[in-house]
């Protein structure tokens, strides 16, 4: 494709350029990211697919629900596009943008945890805790720090589960003045020197709140905590991948 060709697709590149730093709308690169999206009632916008007919394979095959609905009206570009509309162009073939939610107030009811990320430093993690918490049935997901939860690359590492449950981002959180919506529950920190995770340290109403595995919890957050879980491993090992110990807590909770 030679440069006038190309020109011609300059729109698109700059829409979802954009995209990525627009605080209404997500990028959701690939397949699955898409598929989940669209079964949790985004409002997707745009679709570019390097090949329609594999694209309605891949929704035969892996979502046949969204047989009439996925790829409908999506835009076939070239190879040399499509490459060029993220830093890494998914093996599926299939890019898309959407909405993304508005603020939102979590569910004061006692039916599930909600998940606390302190400070995570990787989007991946993120998204792999997001597609637990979703698995799981948490009530939601709270991330703080300066990493925002719907980076394209945590809406990959969640498949999109990101629409499956509320996930806010609360940057400036203060943990002895937390937002109405969590000031109801019980804070409780996952910390090594809490209480032995067992069948009934979880309470339905509580913030699990998970730190980086480097770092762990900040002495503020551990202070405002209303209790302690620990996660017992073994002699010698120190951490758990964020997404892991997220699991092991949560499906604690959901099978205790």
Do not use: C
Request: aromatic share 6%; proline share 9%.
């Amino acid at each position: 494709m030679g440069i006038s060709s190309a020109s011609g697709y300059q729109p698109l590149l700059d829409r979802f350029r954009r995209a990525r730093t627009d605080d209404g709308l997500v990028v959701l690169e690939g397949f699955h990211p898409l598929k989940h999206a669209l079964r949790f009632g985004a409002t997707v916008i745009e679709t570019v697919t390097q090949d329609p007919d594999r694209l309605d394979g891949l929704t035969r095959s892996l979502a046949p629900d969204l047989v009439g609905i996925l790829g409908v009206n999506a835009t076939q570009v070239p190879t040399e596009v499509f490459r060029q509309l993220s830093p890494f162009p998914p093996a599926t073939g299939v890019m898309s943008l959407a909405m993304r939610p508005g603020p939102v107030s979590l569910p004061l009811g006692g039916s599930a945890p909600v998940i606390l990320l302190e400070n995570p430093r990787n989007h991946g993690n993120v998204g792999a805790a997001v597609r637990v918490a979703a698995a799981a049935g948490a009530a939601g997901v709270v991330t703080t720090g300066q990493h925002d939860p719907w980076h394209p690359s945590a809406l990959v590492g969640s498949a999109g589960l990101h629409f499956a449950l509320p996930v806010v981002w609360l940057p400036d959180i203060e943990f002895g003045n937390l937002p109405p919506y969590l000031a109801e529950r019980k804070l409780a920190a996952v910390d090594p020197e809490g209480e032995p995770l067992g069948k009934d340290t979880v309470p339905a109403d509580a913030i699990l709140a998970f730190g980086t595995e480097r770092e762990g919890l900040s002495r503020e957050l551990l202070n405002a905590a209303q209790s302690r879980i620990a996660i017992p491993m073994e002699s010698g090992v120190s951490s758990l991948n964020l997404a892991t110990a997220v699991a092991v807590v949560l499906y604690a909770w959901k099978l205790g």
